[in-house]
């Protein structure tokens, strides 16, 4: 009998338990699909903030299929860098920096077949490079930009603006620049001879491993008197280079030397500064900084005394004050 008058108790206590335990974890998947929606609204949020970071370094698709990496970073008046052969935006570290620090937006993309840009087979040519950069400045409705061009980057610019205006522009910066003309012909009797430019295609062909390797001496001044050369320095360039599609690389050497930009450079209008090193041993001062500032209708020469065709890495100081001079005007 007693047992017997245990039983319901303790029945009564198991109903107990068991509703509590059903109440508490009723409670506690409440809370875990309270904290589950929070965190699943926090990763939502987080993901749209990578986003938005990661629009920063993104790209775009050309009409012919071909991706476009680019970096936009930081907030004001734009300023836009197209890079030299063999290299990538990457080449521009010191320039980006420096004005993002100043409170400039700085943007900068890889030509296509270069950096971590889409390896085209077709469009490796100054035309193409333009569109290109059209694409770019239309894809992220850039207006009034500094459009600064390094070596090739300087053609592809002038080309630019001589296939799609100035609509998108306020001034210009070519430094160590490619036009008007590489290649002597009889209109251009102080270009190289076509000679030193097939030995390039030729190198590129065999081993351009090397080629490129021995290319940074004359590129950042290294075989001159006194020079300091930098490993670091060299095997970045080094490495950007080898970055670049083989097919990239060998036709950007007709694009650079035989595009002739003397008319591109007189339909530029917008103030326009011309920075080139007096040692520049690729692309010679006098038969291309010294005539381009000619040929622009409103152009400014600044000559860096001792600065190789490397200067913005080489004499990144100077450069950049002359860039940040040449903006505040």
């Not at 063999?86 to 920096?97: E, G, R, T, V, Y």
């Not at 569109?131 to 610019?157: N, P, Y």
């Not at 890495?313 to 505040?328: D, G, P, S, Y």
């Amino acid at each position: 009998m007693v047992e017997e008058s245990k039983q319901p108790k303790v029945a009564s206590a198991s109903g107990t338990t068991t509703r509590r335990a059903l109440l508490f974890g009723a409670g506690v998947a409440g809370l875990m699909a309270s904290s589950f929606s929070k965190l699943a609204s926090a990763l939502s949020t987080n993901k749209t903030e990578v986003q938005e970071r990661n629009m920063k370094m993104g790209t775009f698709t050309t009409p012919d299929g071909v991706e476009i990496f680019y970096k936009d970073w930081g907030t004001g008046p734009v300023v836009t860098f197209s890079h030299g052969w063999p290299l990538s935006s990457n080449a521009w570290d010191a320039q980006m920096l420096f004005l993002g620090k100043k409170g400039y937006r700085v943007i900068a993309h890889d030509r296509r077949g270069h950096g971590r840009s889409g390896q085209s087979w077709q469009g490796n040519n100054m035309d193409q490079y333009a569109d290109d950069l059209a694409g770019l400045m239309d894809h992220l409705d850039i207006k009034g930009a500094t459009m600064i061009g390094h070596s090739t980057g300087g053609g592809e610019v002038v080309r630019y603006i001589a296939r799609h205006g100035q609509k998108r522009v306020s001034k210009v910066v070519l430094i160590g620049a490619v036009p008007p003309l590489m290649l002597k012909t009889e209109k251009n009797p102080g270009g190289l001879p076509l000679s030193v430019f097939d030995e390039i295609r030729d190198n590129v062909v065999k081993d351009r491993s090397q080629f490129f390797k021995d290319l940074t001496v004359p590129f950042y001044g290294y075989n001159k008197p006194g020079a300091k050369a930098s490993q670091g320095v060299q095997d970045s360039f080094w490495r950007q280079g080898m970055q670049v599609s083989i097919i990239g690389a060998y036709d950007c050497i007709k694009a650079f030397s035989e595009t002739d930009q003397t008319e591109d450079l007189k339909k530029i209008d917008v103030p326009t500064l011309v920075i080139h090193g007096d040692a520049d041993q690729i692309v010679p001062i006098d038969d291309s900084g010294r005539l381009s500032v000619k040929l622009v209708q409103n152009g400014t020469l600044k000559v860096i005394p001792g600065a190789p065709h490397g200067l913005c890495t080489t004499h990144a100081e100077i450069v950049n004050e002359e860039i940040l001079a040449f903006l505040a005007k």
